[in-house]
């Protein structure tokens, strides 16, 4: 793998997104309702299958949500923890 995840020999392909991408509405049995979406970041294509020619293509894509509705109940205001800023995982 190259840098950034590119399979050496993949090319990256410009792309136009035909229509804004839809929000899916999801309602949580806990009452919560969310918003989700993908918006695509790039598309790469990278050869083609072996068995039948086509070409093979990499989406790389990330998920939007956005909360909608959330209970009372379900609302839990932390007390303000150190976050241990400037130092490392490793001792």
């Given at each position: 793998?190259?840098?950034?995840?590119?399979?050496?020999?993949?090319?990256?392909v410009e792309?136009?997104?035909?229509?804004?991408?839809?929000?899916i509405?999801v309602?949580?049995?806990?009452?919560?309702?969310?918003?989700?979406?993908?918006?695509?970041?790039?598309?790469?294509?990278n050869?083609?299958d072996?068995?039948?020619?086509?070409?093979?293509y990499?989406?790389?894509?990330?998920?939007?949500?956005r909360?909608?509705?959330?209970?009372?109940?379900?609302?839990?205001?932390g007390?303000?923890?150190?976050?241990?800023?400037g130092?490392t995982?490793?001792?």
């Open positions: 793998m190259m840098p950034g995840n590119i399979p050496p020999g993949g090319e990256l792309f136009e997104i035909d229509e804004e991408p839809k929000w509405t309602k949580l049995k806990d009452g919560s309702v969310i918003q989700i979406k993908m918006e695509i970041v790039a598309i790469m294509r050869g083609n072996q068995n039948t020619g086509l070409p093979m990499m989406v790389q894509a990330t998920n939007i949500i909360m909608m509705k959330v209970p009372k109940d379900l609302i839990k205001k007390e303000k923890q150190d976050d241990n800023r130092q995982l490793y001792r």
